[in-house]
T-cell receptor, first 113, second 109 residues
Framework: GAVVSQHPSRVICKSGTSVKIECRSL??????MFWYRQFPKKSLMLMAT?????????EQGVEKDKFLINHASLTLSTLTVTSAHPEDSSFYIC?????????FGQGTRLTVV | GENVEQHPSTLSVQEGDSAVIKCTYS??????FPWYKQELGKRPQLIID?????GEKKDQRIAVTLNKTAKHFSLHITETQPEDSAVYFC????????FGAGTTVTVRA
C-alpha cells in the first residue's frame, strides 16, 4: 500500500516559535496531500489541501498565515505552525489519496509551552 | 461541502456481541465511504470501505452497508473482541474526505 512518512512524531516548543512538520510520500509521487488537525477524543478536521507547485487551499476558519503549507516537490509537503501558542497544541496528521483510499502519516503531537 | 454525522459517540459492548455504528452524509456526489480504526496516539487505519455502486461489503467479522437513497451507511462488527476497542471514524467523499466525529468502542471482557 501507499506509504506516508511524517516527521517529527512529537515536538515540544516554546510559545512564539515556529515548528515545521514534514510529510513524505515514499512510494509514489503525490500531487495532492491533505493536512488534518485532531484534538483529543475528537475527529479529524481538514485544515488544508496541499497542491504541488501551487498554493494550498485552506478550509474555512484556518489561518493561512499561521499554518504555512509548502508542497515544493511531488514527494514532500510541509506544514509550518508559525508563532505557535498553547492553543495550537494538537495532533497534526497528513494524508494522501491513492485510488481514492486515504493513507495517513504517523501524525505529529505538538505541545506548545 | 460534505457533512458527515456519526452515532453513537461511545459504544460499550460485551465480548462476543455485535457493534453497529451509523453515519449519514449530505452530499449526494460522494461516492466513497471508508471506515477507519484509530488506536490512541496512532494514525487511522483503513478497515473497510465501500463505493457507491455497491450496497454491502463484508470482510470476516466486519461489514459495511450503504443506502445511497437515504444517504446513510453503517459499520457492523460481529463477535467483538477486546482488540476491537478503539475509536472508529466513518468518512465520505471522493478524492477529498470528510470525517464523522468518531465512535469510541469499548469491548468488555
Amino acid at each position: 500500500g501507499a506509504v506516508v512518512s511524517q516527521h517529527p512524531s512529537r515536538v515540544i516548543c516554546k510559545s512564539g516559535t515556529s515548528v515545521k512538520i514534514e510529510c513524505r510520500s515514499l512510494d509514489f509521487q503525490a500531487t495532492t496531500m491533505f493536512w488534518y488537525r485532531q484534538f483529543p477524543k475528537k475527529s479529524l478536521m481538514l485544515m488544508a489541501t496541499s497542491n504541488e507547485g501551487s498554493k494550498a487551499t485552506y478550509e474555512q476558519g484556518v489561518e493561512k498565515d499561521k499554518f504555512l503549507i509548502n508542497h515544493a516537490s511531488l514527494t514532500l509537503s510541509t506544514l509550518t505552525v508559525t508563532s505557535a501558542h498553547p492553543e495550537d497544541s494538537s495532533f497534526y496528521i497528513c494524508s494522501k489519496i491513492s485510488n481514492t483510499e486515504a493513507f495517513f502519516g504517523q501524525g505529529t503531537r505538538l505541545t506548545v509551552v | 461541502g460534505e457533512n458527515v454525522e456519526q452515532h453513537p459517540s461511545t459504544l460499550s459492548v460485551q465480548e462476543g456481541d455485535s457493534a453497529v455504528i451509523k453515519c449519514t452524509y449530505s452530499d449526494s456526489a460522494s461516492n466513497y465511504f471508508p471506515w477507519y480504526k484509530q488506536e490512541l496516539g496512532k494514525r487511522p487505519q483503513l478497515i473497510i470501505d465501500i463505493r457507491s455502486n455497491v450496497g454491502e461489503k463484508k470482510d470476516q467479522r466486519i461489514a459495511v452497508t450503504l443506502n445511497k437513497t437515504a444517504k446513510h451507511f453503517s459499520l457492523h462488527i460481529t463477535e467483538t473482541q477486546p482488540e476491537d476497542s478503539a475509536v472508529y471514524f466513518c468518512a465520505a467523499g471522493d478524492y477529498k474526505l470528510s470525517f464523522g466525529a468518531g465512535t469510541t468502542v469499548t469491548v468488555r471482557a
